[in-house]
């Protein structure tokens, strides 16, 4: 299945609904272009990943990628309502203690007005 992406704003912070699976090729070099010109438009970034069922080694590698570039700009990614599949391999890997990972979007939007405070 293709990785959609749809992108909106909500409370200042852009959210990206992936949806499909984040695989090394057209997906997760599609994910990369696309929240890489986002960062420089807005650097608090949340993926909802409500809708990716599926995360290869390639996938792991872009969102890593994504993360420093959204620091290194002085910002943040945070990562919401993960599918157990996908929970489950960042936690086998150790991504969550890397990844800021919150069970609801609204949560994790949340999280930036806090940061901010």
Not at 41 to 70: H, K, W
């Amino acid at each position: 299945m293709q990785l959609k992406l749809n992108t909106r704003s909500r409370d200042g912070v852009l959210v990206v609904d992936c949806s499909g699976r984040i695989v090394f090729g057209e997906e997760s070099a599609h994910l990369r272009d696309t929240v890489k010109k986002l960062v420089g438009e807005n650097n608090r970034i949340v993926l909802n990943l409500a809708g990716t069922g599926y995360i290869d080694s390639g996938g792991l590698g872009i969102l890593v990628a994504l993360y420093t570039t959204a620091r290194n700009a002085g910002g943040s990614i945070k990562l919401a309502t993960l599918t157990p599949r996908v929970g489950d391999l960042l936690q086998v890997t150790k991504l969550l203690t890397v990844f800021d990972v919150y069970d609801t979007e609204d949560q994790a939007i949340e999280s930036f007005k806090k940061a901010a405070a």
